[in-house]
């Protein structure tokens, strides 16, 4: 059965997020956490990559199987998994799976001493404390979805500051920060002025994001090292 993220992929291609990730990973070795049936994996493999995989959907281990160099089988939190991988790479890939964890830190401590000296560990995560879902809250709206933000499957929610906290108590150095998807207050209101509605908006959306990132972002990327 194909998974919710599976199908959006098929249906409207990578997300921002997608491609930011798979264009900063480019010949090197590489570990995918959460890989899913692989769509992912398969672009990595175009750009001079080395994947191993860890995917804890028993569903698509076999497919993984041919698009690999290895499939470790079940969770990234579990400890026999962490035993047997050996090998340290040159690229981690945390594409919105840590939301999805129960203990996201440990897990992070165990990223950290896999990455070659080298290496870069790459996050994709969602901010609870954006723009727009601060308006939910207001109205008293927190509802689950299939997909998104409010995940049914998210086990934790962090906010841009406090996953940014996180990854300072992991010892892991943040060196770039990508905006993927960014909402900004009034912005549907704004974009219905002619011409310098749209002028506005993406002038304005920069500077909010460096000024207010906790508010502005609504989903990020992050290039980190140890």
């Known amino acids: 059965m194909k998974t919710v993220y599976q199908r959006l992929v098929e249906i409207h291609g990578f997300s921002n997020a997608q491609k930011k990730i798979l264009s900063l990973v480019q010949g090197g070795e590489v570990l995918e956490i959460g890989s899913s049936s692989g769509y992912m994996t398969r672009e990595f493999n175009k750009y001079d990559n080395v994947v191993d995989v860890i995917e804890i959907d028993k569903n698509?281990?076999?497919?993984?199987?041919?698009?690999?160099?290895?499939v470790?089988?079940?969770?990234v939190e579990d400890k026999n998994i962490q035993a047997n991988i050996k090998k340290k790479y040159d690229f981690?890939?945390?594409?919105?799976?840590?939301?999805?964890?129960?203990?996201?830190?440990?897990v992070l401590l165990f990223l950290r001493n896999k990455l070659k000296k080298e290496g870069k560990i790459l996050i994709s995560i969602p901010n609870v404390a954006c723009w727009n879902m601060r308006v939910d809250l207001f109205r008293g709206k927190f509802?689950?979805?299939e997909s998104g933000l409010l995940d049914k499957t998210h086990l934790r929610f962090y906010?841009?500051?406090?996953?940014?906290?996180?990854?300072?108590?992991c010892k892991i150095k943040v060196e770039d920060i990508y905006p993927t998807e960014v909402k900004i207050p009034f912005e549907y209101s704004l974009l219905k002025v002619?011409?310098?509605g749209n002028i506005f908006v993406n002038l304005l959306k920069p500077r909010l994001?460096?000024?207010?990132p906790n508010l502005i972002i609504y989903h990020y990327v992050i290039q980190a090292r140890i």
Not at 60 to 70: D, F, G, I, S, Y
Not at 72 to 75: I, K, Q, R
Not at 159 to 169: C, G, K
């Open 159 to 169: 906010t841009y500051n406090s996953f940014m906290r996180l990854l300072e108590q």
């Open 92 to 106: 981690i890939i945390c594409a919105d799976v840590l939301e999805h964890l129960t203990n996201p830190e440990p």
């Open 194 to 196: 002619p011409v310098l």
């Open 72 to 75: 470790f089988s079940g969770s």
């Open 60 to 70: 698509n281990v076999n497919n993984l199987k041919n698009l690999a160099r290895k």
């Open 209 to 212: 994001v460096k000024l207010f």
């Open 143 to 145: 509802d689950y979805q």
